[in-house]
């Protein structure tokens, strides 16, 4: 199939080739509008700038970029990605361009619009999902990307990723040794791919487990915790899959009358200041570094070398005054 052309935007939008170029790269002499329908053509033709003509034209945008589905209130509570993108910036010169957007489709048709406008040299994909369009969408597109987490699901792209199913694995045979069997798990959003693969790696690990979904925000852990807590069998045990929801937990369980960590244990995903103030027993990664590593891959990706998959350092626990022997391990010992 031909390349598409500026020339064959020009006829499909119904406007001049002058006008093309101008929507293309993000010039002014014309309205937003047309801009706009311009975009929108080039994206359904497939079209890509040549190589050539990128370079000719001094194609740097010094920039990179990174875009968060989340909603905006959620975000300000997640301490990871604060770490996370302080490490990116440690390592980079140019500019990081964040941006916020409230669905998938919509964080599709920002990187069809950056690629088109050239506003970034290269993204960083983050909260990878098991079959990710993303990941298809970067390479035919030619837009340089690592993906921060997701190991064997990145395709052709560069992946920087820590092991979810051993972390999680390590997680649960703590608390097993500890005398717990009812154990009970509070997880992100389903759709994720690093969700799936907690999520197998505890069912794989508990025989009397459950898992309820939650969404990160210290509503969804303390509707999460309440609901476990007051059912037929509550659990001994609760693993958080980050430290809001955690810290929620704890205060729904202080609610109840339930102590901590007498009656009930805790566990977070994702040490915080939160988690150290709170007294809780938490996965610690050094995710500032993690994010220096992510910003490294893709400056060498944008430098020319080929695409690198990197594991990161397996998280460790770090525990504290959240955790201790299940109540039917000191019954018997008693």
């Known amino acids: 199939m031909k390349r598409p052309t500026i020339k064959d935007i020009a006829a499909a939008a119904g406007v001049s080739k002058g006008a093309v170029s101008l929507a293309l790269n993000g010039r002014t002499g014309v309205s937003e509008t047309t801009r706009a329908r311009v975009l929108e053509v080039a994206s359904s033709l497939g079209y890509r700038p040549s190589v050539t003509a990128r370079a000719l034209s001094s194609a740097s945008a010094d920039a990179v970029g990174l875009v968060l589905v989340r909603p905006p209130r959620a975000l300000g509570d997640e301490a990871f990605f604060f770490q996370l993108i302080a490490g990116m910036q440690s390592e980079m010169s140019c500019a990081l361009l964040l941006q916020v957007v409230s669905s998938r489709d919509a964080e599709i048709e920002l990187y069809r619009r950056w690629w088109a406008e050239h506003r970034v040299d290269g993204v960083f994909l983050v909260d990878l999902l098991v079959s990710d369009p993303r990941v298809e969408l970067m390479s035919s597109l030619g837009l340089p990307a690592v993906v921060v987490g997701g190991a064997g699901h990145h395709g052709s792209l560069a992946s920087v990723w820590a092991d979810d199913y051993a972390a999680m694995t390590s997680v649960v ?9 009812r154990i009970a798990r509070v997880a992100g959003l389903a759709s994720l791919l690093h969700t799936v693969r907690r999520d197998q790696a505890f069912l794989s690990s508990v025989v009397d487990g459950v898992i309820v979904a939650g969404d990160y925000t ?23 899959d980050n430290d809001v929801m955690a810290v929620a937990g ?11 960590p007498g ?66 391990a000191r019954a018997s010992v008693s």
């Open 250 to 260: 704890a205060e729904v369980a202080g609610s109840l009358g339930i102590e901590v």
């Open 173 to 181: 045979e703590y608390l097993k040794a500890l005398g717990h069997r």
């Open 263 to 328: 009656e009930l244990s805790l566990v977070a995903w994702d040490d915080s200041v939160l988690c150290q103030h709170g007294r809780l027993t938490a996965l610690s990664r050094d995710t500032f570094a993690f994010g220096a590593r992510a910003a490294r891959a893709l400056l060498a990706v944008l430098e020319g070398a080929s695409p690198t998959d990197v594991e990161d350092v397996l998280p460790e626990l770090v525990v504290r005054g959240s955790t201790g022997v299940a109540p039917s």
């Open 218 to 240: 210290a509503e969804a852990g303390a509707s999460a915790t309440r609901s476990l807590l007051e059912g037929v069998q509550p659990p001994t045990a609760i693993v958080y």
